[in-house]
């Protein structure tokens, strides 16, 4: 079964709708019909049918972690021992520490991203994972580049 490229189907109005919601997930409709240069009404139908399509999955918010007591951030690399897989990605779903996981191929099986509140606390995390995976964790300085929308023009 094939699936179908939802990108071929995005026209211009389309695109500066997305965007718009990108910058700000809380935009008013008048504001939104405004950036895309359709009246209220359009606006909220070409928004109903980009939901209904599956182009936007959420609406959602992004939180300054610092301000609700996360200070510290951390990426890792996490390699299940033998037979242990299933184990650990339980215990990730379970952290709620890790605010973001993706499972990959490679010499990993996970890359987290993890937020702590101190060095200590960090350790705690990861000796749940200790026994039965290998873990190598960077420590984030900063963030260049923040979650966004690749580009969509064809």
């Known amino acids: ?23 700000n997930a809380r935009i008013s409709l008048k504001e939104l019909a405004e950036a895309a240069g359709l009246s209220s009404p359009s606006a909220a139908e070409r928004l109903r049918r980009l939901e209904e399509r599956g182009v936007i999955a959420a609406f ?3 939180i300054a972690l610092e301000t609700v007591g996360y ?13 242990q897989l299933h184990v650990v990605e339980r215990i ?15 010499d990993d099986c996970f890359i987290g991203r993890l937020v702590v509140r ?4 960090l350790d705690g995390i990861l ?3 200790a026994e039965r995976a290998e873990t190598n964790t960077s420590m984030i300085k900063a963030t260049p580049v923040k979650r966004r ?3 969509l023009s064809c």
């Open 1 to 23: 079964m094939s699936v179908p490229n939802v990108a071929t189907e995005l026209d211009a109005i389309d695109q500066r709708m997305l965007e718009a919601l990108a910058r």
């Open 60 to 62: 959602t918010v992004n």
């Open 71 to 83: 200070p510290l951030q951390a990426i890792v690399r996490i390699r299940p021992l033998p037979g």
């Open 92 to 106: 990730i779903q379970e952290t709620p520490e890790f605010i973001e996981c993706d499972k990959v191929t490679g």
């Open 118 to 121: 101190s060095m200590g606390e």
């Open 127 to 129: 000796d749940k994972i």
């Open 149 to 151: 929308l690749p580009p």
